[in-house]
Nanobody, 121 residues
């Protein structure tokens, strides 16, 4: 079994900062890409930021320059540092880990349960 657990959400005023964490645990051989996505009611889930095992990153245009994704491969953990938060960043933030469970095995995608981020104006 594999578990992906997010933490660090909460309520913050506009202009403030939050740091999200996401840890993957269980029967894991290797983790390829780890992503942060977000979703608001009535809208599709959107990619916020992505990081490969080698450290290459991709960001949504809406968060470039404000959010930073990083990871600790020794802990199977990914972080999202969110600065200069805006009310439009309010959403449920989900972590996704794309991993293998054995050498040469297929890649699976696992999602966390989500953590609420609310930015007040």
């Amino acid at each position: 079994q594999v578990q992906v657990v997010e933490s660090g959400g909460g309520l913050v005023q506009a202009g403030g900062s939050l740091r999200l964490s996401c840890a993957a645990s269980g029967s894991i051989f290797s983790i390829n890409t780890m992503d942060w996505h977000r979703q608001v009611p009535g809208k599709l889930r959107e990619l916020v930021a992505s990081i490969t095992s080698g450290g290459s990153t991709v960001y949504a245009n809406s968060v470039k320059g404000r959010f930073t994704i990083s990871r600790d491969n020794t802990k199977n953990t990914v972080y999202l540092q969110m600065n200069s938060l805006k009310p439009e960043d309010t959403a449920v933030y989900y972590c996704n880990a794309q991993l293998t469970r054995s050498s040469g095995g297929p890649t699976f995608s696992y999602w966390g349960q989500g953590t609420q981020v609310t930015v007040s104006s």
